[in-house]
């Protein structure tokens, strides 16, 4: 079978990357012919509130990667459509994740297609955005009405999928993030990040947005330090701002964290990732909404216990007082939950559960279900 997967990979930096390249790597294991078409510019400076969007390091020599796509040139959307009609690829593979992309992924999606042959279909992470525009719901109809086919990894996702198209469409949850290595021994991982051993940490890990609660946290870990329970503790946040970083870093001076919060704030990549998530205690996620979260799935890969915020789609990854704990998007119930997951031995046990539930995410699961919706076609 011919495969085109089209969407973020080298040298584009992050995970949705890593997971267009996973499922290449499988479906070529699998026997299929695969080949992976990027962008030539995936967003315009001005859109993009990060440093840089793509690494320096080496294309991956076993894929087969064309950058082709740039997202704002409709006469670029025009010849990959009919580069791919041509190409009769037996379908192409989309990520979508945001309206943004609609106009572009539409247009290619609708001139492939009209070979006869090609089918489209689509992993989505979000219909509806975390962050609304106007332009949302034209956007996501024009292009979700161009696919014939979804795996979508949460229920909510699901439903939101169902006010835009009755294509079929199977779930499949956010497999684990193997690139990413096993966890290592704590010492050695506190020694790559200059930490101190013989504190104790709770994480906060990933692009920094209004949507992800940072602020509730900070609040939570304020309450607790007057409250005299940070002793020999503190909080890691690491990941890049995506937002104006000011009113976090006012929030910090507030609640007298500054010798309590451990800020990288930067993007952080791949070959660190095992440090911050085998030095810490726990991750956790404050988010004031969510469909699902990569980060959950970098917690079950390194076994690290959670503590998340039942909202979206969260609850249906982290099993309450299994491999963590859910709580409301508050301080005082993030606080609460902080000091649980630090009692006894439910650190130590809910990192043996992780090691049981990890094991339902798993990137076949996720390819095969793609495969029986093309079979439904």
């Known amino acids: 079978m011919k495969i085109t ?10 995970g949705l990357a890593s997971i267009m390249q996973t499922m290449a790597r499988l479906y070529q294991r699998d026997g299929h012919e695969v ?22 390091t080496p294309v991956p020599e076993d894929l087969t ?7 704002i040139n409709p006469f670029n959307w025009w010849r990959v459509g009919r580069m791919l009609r041509r190409e009769r690829p037996d379908f192409i593979l989309l990520k979508y994740w945001t ?6 992924f539409g247009a290619i999606a609708r001139l492939a297609r009209k070979n006869g042959h090609t089918k489209v279909l689509c992993q989505i992470d979000n219909v509806e955005p ?16 161009s696919v014939d086919g979804f795996v979508y990894m949460s229920d909510e996702v699901g439903r939101q999928l169902r006010a835009y198209t009755a294509a079929p469409a199977l779930f499949s949850p956010h497999p684990r993030f193997e690139n990413f290595g096993e966890r290592i021994p704590r010492e050695e991982a506190c020694a790559a990040l200059a930490l101190d051993p013989a504190t104790r940490y709770a994480l906060f890990f990933g692009l920094i947005r209004d949507y992800k609660g940072l602020d509730l946290l900070l609040q939570a870990w304020g309450a607790m330090r007057r409250a005299g329970k940070t002793a020999g503790r503190k909080l890691i946040v690491a990941g890049e701002f995506y937002t104006d970083p000011k009113p976090y870093h006012r929030l910090l001076a507030e609640q007298g964290l500054e010798q309590e919060v451990i800020l990288h704030d930067r993007f952080i990549a791949d070959r660190q990732v095992a440090a911050y998530f085998s030095a810490a205690d726990f991750v956790v996620l404050p988010y004031r909404s969510a469909t699902q979260s990569g980060v959950t799935q970098i917690a079950y890969q390194f076994a690290t216990p959670m503590v998340v915020t039942d909202v979206g789609g969260l609850s249906e990854i982290v099993p309450d007082g299994r491999v963590g704990y859910l709580c ?50």
């Open 328 to 377: 409301q998007p508050t301080p005082e119930s993030i606080a609460e939950k902080i000091e649980q997951i630090w009692q006894g031995d439910t650190l130590e046990r809910f990192h043996r559960n992780c090691l049981i539930e990890r094991e339902r995410f798993s990137w076949e699961e996720m390819c095969g279900q793609l495969m029986k919706v093309y079979r439904m076609l």
């Open 65 to 71: 990667i064309r950058r082709e796509v740039s997202t």
């Open 99 to 104: 309206p943004f992309m609609a106009p572009c």
């Open 35 to 56: 080949d992976l078409c990027t962008f030539t510019l995936q967003y315009p400076s001005l859109l993009f509130p990060g440093k840089s969007q793509t690494v320096s």
């Open 5 to 14: 997967i089209l969407g973020p990979a080298h040298p584009y930096r992050g």
């Open 130 to 145: 975390h962050e609304h525009h106007l332009i949302d719901r034209p956007f996501n109809r024009y292009f979700l009405r």
